[in-house]
Nanobody, 122 residues
């Protein structure tokens, strides 16, 4: 069982930056792949980024490539999402998620956080 708590959301202007953090409970954080998803109002939840348990391999949706960076600190049981050059269309509730290792392209995750609101004003 893994419990996930996101933080770092907020309001930012078009072109600004934010860093989301997701703290995981438990002593087996390094055994899980981690991912970030988002859900905008009236839309389905979509995959944003994923990182393998070692932190050496990452994968992004095309719309955030070059702007967002996922990273993890296994010593701190934390995964991060650095978001630069934010756009109004990035506005959404962002969720972190954890799973036992699978292909990074899989969007099936076992554990979810409660979400953090990110709002980008134009």
């Amino acid at each position: 069982q893994v419990q996930l708590v996101e933080s770092g959301g907020g309001l930012v202007q078009d072109g600004g930056s934010l860093r989301l953090s997701c703290a995981a409970s438990g002593r087996t954080f390094s055994s899980y792949d981690m991912g970030w998803f988002r859900q905008a109002p009236g839309k389905e939840r979509e995959f944003v980024a994923a990182i393998k348990l070692s932190g050496s391999v990452t994968y992004y949706v095309d719309s955030v490539k070059g702007r967002f960076t996922i990273s993890r600190d296994n010593a701190k049981n934390t995964v991060y999402l650095q978001m630069n050059s934010l756009k109004p269309e990035d506005t959404a509730v962002y969720y972190c998620a954890a799973r036992l290792p699978r292909s990074l392209r899989s969007t099936v995750y076992d554990y979810w956080g409660q979400g953090a609101q990110v709002t980008v004003s134009s």
